[in-house]
Nanobody
Framework: HVQLVESGGGSVQPGGSLRLSCEVS????????IGWFRQYPGKEREGVAA????????YYDDSVKGRFTISRDNAKNTLYLQMNSLKPEDTAVYYC?????????????WGQGTQVTVS
């Protein structure tokens, strides 16, 4: 089993920056792909960014390309999401998730979420 704990959310003005962290514990072998999702009220979760453990390939949703950067510190078992040039439409609950397969398609483990508010 894998445990994921997000932190770093908060309130920021438009144009500001935040860095989200996701601490990973448990069976690290079950995190071949790990990513960030966000959820707006009343909407389904949508993918924001993901990173493959082997090789470090990254994926980004078009809405955050050039503004957000996903990274992983394997020594600290921590995933990060650096968010710059934040917009009000980035306001959402952000979740980190892990996919055992490494294909970044079906995620098996989820964190509890952290609120990001841009206003």
């Amino acid at each position: 089993h894998v445990q994921l704990v997000e932190s770093g959310g908060g309130s920021v003005q438009p144009g500001g920056s935040l860095r989200l962290s996701c601490e990973v514990s448990g069976n690290i072998d079950g995190t071949n792909c790990i990513g960030w999702f966000r959820q707006y009220p009343g909407k389904e979760r949508e993918g924001v960014a993901a990173i493959v453990t082997l090789g470090g390939t990254t994926y980004y949703d078009d809405s955050v390309k050039g503004r957000f950067t996903i990274s992983r510190d394997n020594a600290k078992n921590t995933l990060y999401l650096q968010m710059n040039s934040l917009k009000p439409e980035d306001t959402a609950v952000y979740y980190c998730a892990a996919d055992r397969s490494g294909y970044c398609v079906s995620y098996d483990y989820w964190g509890q979420g952290t609120q990001v508010t841009v206003s």
